[in-house]
Nanobody
Framework: VQLVESGGGLVQPGGSLRLSCALF????????MGWFRQAPGKEREFVAA????????YYADSVKGRFTVSRDNTKHTVYLQMNSLKPVDTAVYYC???????????????????WGQGTQVTVSS
């Protein structure tokens, strides 16, 4: 199983980015997907998740109303649209596949089996 992320970069405060994560080697449409981030010196934290069928989404309070998670099962890809970015959003962002078949994706790192390599997002003027 391989997850390949793209879309990170440098953006000014208030700007937007869209991250993508493509999954290869597993039945994408049967598992929830999550996004996490890790800033220097901090633990990896939950950002957002989407259920296996795309009907349910979950967000950390810190990003609610600014970020939107979605998925396209025909493309085996999950997205994270990030708007109104702030310097505190600066981190390496990771996508991950939930470990349980057709189960609601939780917020704990331990619930996820497979991880992408991470993509850097830097918000700075």
């Amino acid at each position: 199983v391989q997850l390949v992320e793209s879309g990170g970069g440098l953006v000014q405060p208030g700007g937007s980015l869209r991250l993508s994560c493509a999954l290869f080697g597993r039945t994408f449409s049967s598992y929830g997907m999550g996004w996490f981030r890790q800033a220097p010196g901090k633990e990896r934290e939950f950002v957002a998740a989407v259920s296996w069928d795309g009907r349910n989404t979950y967000y950390a309070d810190s990003v609610k109303g600014r970020f939107t998670v979605s998925r396209d099962n025909t493309k085996h890809t999950v997205y994270l649209q990030m708007n109104s970015l702030k310097p505190v959003d600066t981190a390496v962002y990771y996508c991950a596949e939930h470990s349980r078949f057709m189960s609601p994706p939780g917020r704990a790192v331990q619930e996820y089996d497979y991880w992408g390599q991470g993509t850097q997002v830097t918000v700075s003027s």
